[in-house]
């Protein structure tokens, strides 16, 4: 018979829903801000919504989760500075019309970096929540979420709904 | 045995006999009585072969999450399901919750994970039975059905699995039917069960309590109501998408 030990998910799907929400909604209850601001699941095999097969519960989707929160802090904070980078520089590209090969340099860098971000998470990684200021995009029929230009596409990972680092 | 306090040394030397002796018997009587009582095996059995013998059925559900925050505190979360169920090949299980609401859909060809509050679902490809298509989904796709050990025609071997004491605690009352009450004990979790009495033994609620977390968070499923002659229709076991609905994936493990 097939050992069966890692019923665990749907409680582990529970509990990221409930964060991914509790993340969007903006007038999450106490009680799951609480939840939120707790890391309450994060970092720990949580309980199991069935009797059988309780060992091979995994803790891998929750140590994602975990640090998914930071590097979306980490993303967001890094949004802003570029944003703020991006800022002095038209500043400088409008006072300095005639702009030097160096100047043109660092623009172009900086595009790039626009593109994707520094500290962006790594592409492929799985995010419960998805930062702030998010704005959906089809391409090629499929539906991305731009943050702050890193891309998310949704998914289901077990039972839970998540976003996957493009 | 004197029931007076001896101060003699004679008398002290008898007691740690006495006392040595008790132990040795008591080891001896947990030796010889089974650690899983048979009736609490027997009582199970019934139920899960009763529950396997069920063609189709659906049962309503009322469920229960304990959380445990990091700093200890419990935190419980509330959902109800719905299950429909049509052997070999069919389950429809419906749960809405405190923030979730999910639907899961087998037609005996494919599996859709459904949320339709978010507007998307996943589908793949599933075996042809019940039972493999339970499995694939957990060992594929680490999906599962609160409970859905129940749903197995082998639920009673998957149930027993690493357990190591059961008893028989006694008759109780759920939801207004009389059961027995079953409680087992396995390495990470300790589980009881309400077996309702008499010719229909239905599971009628389930308790799973995790031993390995701090403050022992509880899972717990009630069953509010069990038909045993549902009527189903086409568009039971169907999936169909509502307007707007996008397709997402379903990553694999």
Request: hydrophobic share 40%.
């Amino acid at each position: 018979m097939i050992r069966t030990r890692n019923l665990k998910a749907l409680a582990v799907t529970t509990a990221l829903a409930l964060l991914y929400l509790a993340g969007v909604a903006p007038d999450a209850p106490t009680g799951l801000t609480l939840l939120q601001e707790a890391h309450a699941i994060v970092g720990a095999p949580l309980t199991p919504v069935s009797a059988a097969g309780v060992a091979r519960r995994t803790t891998r989707r929750v140590v994602v989760a975990e640090s998914t929160a930071t590097q979306a802090s980490a993303a967001n904070s890094a949004a802003a500075q570029q944003q703020a980078a991006t800022a002095q520089q038209q500043s400088a590209t409008a006072q300095q019309q005639s702009a030097t090969a160096q100047q043109q340099s660092a623009t172009a860098q900086q595009q790039a970096a626009a593109a994707r971000p520094p500290g962006a998470p790594a592409v492929g990684a799985v995010v419960s929540t998805l930062p702030a200021g998010c704005k959906p995009e089809t391409r090629s029929g499929v539906e991305y979420q731009n943050c702050g230009g890193v891309y998310y596409r949704a998914a289901f990972q077990g039972n839970n709904l998540v976003y996957v680092v493009q | 045995m004197k029931s007076s306090v001896h101060r003699r040394p004679t008398a002290a030397l008898s007691r740690c006999f006495a006392i040595a002796a008790l132990t040795t018997l008591s080891v001896a009587a947990q030796a010889q009585s089974p650690a899983i009582a048979p009736e609490a095996k027997q009582l199970l059995k019934a139920s899960t072969d009763f529950l396997a013998s069920q063609q189709r059925f659906s049962a309503d559900t009322r469920n229960t999450l304990e959380i445990v925050l990091k700093s200890g505190q419990k935190i419980e979360f509330n959902s109800t399901g719905r299950q429909y169920v049509q052997r070999p090949n069919k389950l429809r299980s419906e749960r809405s919750g405190d923030l979730i609401e999910q639907v899961f859909v087998y037609d005996g060809k494919s599996l859709t994970l459904y949320q339709p509050q978010e507007k998307v679902y996943a589908q793949v490809a599933a075996p042809a039975t019940l039972e493999e298509m339970l499995d694939f989904a957990r060992e594929k796709y680490d999906v599962v059905a609160p409970f859905g050990d129940l749903l197995f025609r082998n639920a009673y071997d998957i149930l027993m699995d690493g357990v190591t004491e059961g008893i028989v605690v006694g008759k109780a009352v759920i939801e207004g039917i009389v059961c027995d009450h079953l409680a087992f004990r396995g390495e990470y979790v300790d589980w009881q069960i309400w077996v309702q009495e008499g010719a229909q033994p239905l599971p009628r609620r389930i308790v799973i309590t995790t031993l390995d977390l701090p403050n022992a968070p509880q899972f717990a499923v009630t069953v509010t109501r069990w038909n045993l002659e549902p009527s189903f229709d086409a568009q039971t076991f169907m999936f169909t998408p509502q307007a707007g609905a996008k397709q997402i994936d379903l990553l694999p493990r």
